[in-house]
């Protein structure tokens, strides 16, 4: 039988070349990963800070990500409404940009939160179909080294968990 990867992120270049499509994170979800952290402060957040606390996110799995892009998705963010900015402009040292998460902002995050759920549920469907294509069984589900699966409770209704 063919070796599957054991964890849920390729772990090295030639891991990624095997199917490149794959890439090496899901870059939509790097908008839910900023609300999260922005929603789990009481202040706004320097840019920098951002950076170095989504590295720490099960998102990027402790590698540093991509500044540039997370500064361009806090853009966008900003362009919706989801985050507000300004500069802080300190008498000594440099400009910095603060941002924070506006009402808008946190109901954004809560319907991430059910969009999660629906990915969660369409991602196994697409992986009982790909085996069935290739003709054998799905395989186990990856660990993943940040996950904290055993410790999950979800919620599904009012008074109900799993």
């Not at 899901?26 to 950076?51: C, E, F, W």
């Not at 500069?87 to 000594?92: A, C, K, N």
């Not at 186990?140 to 008074?159: D, F, K, R, W, Y």
Request: proline content about 6%; some cysteine.
């Amino acid at each position: 039988m063919e070796q599957m990867w054991s964890s849920c992120n390729p772990q090295t270049e030639e891991d990624l070349l095997e199917c490149i499509a794959l890439g090496k994170s899901l870059s939509r979800l790097s908008q839910p990963t900023i609300l999260t952290l922005l929603a789990a402060n009481d202040k706004p957040m320097h840019g920098y800070i951002i950076v170095q606390q989504a590295a720490q996110t099960p998102m990027f799995g402790g590698k540093k990500p991509d500044a540039t892009g997370i500064y361009r998705a806090l853009k966008r963010m900003e362009q919706s409404g989801y985050v507000t900015s300004r500069w802080e402009t300190p008498e000594e040292g440099s400009a910095k940009r603060l941002f924070e998460l506006t009402d808008a902002g946190r109901k954004c995050l809560r319907r991430w939160i059910d969009a999660l759920a629906c990915y969660k549920i369409t991602i196994e469907e697409l992986r009982v179909s790909a085996s069935t294509a290739l003709g054998i069984e799905v395989p186990p589900t990856p660990v993943c080294a940040h996950s904290n699966a055993e410790n999950l409770v979800i919620e599904v209704g009012p008074t109900t968990s799993l």
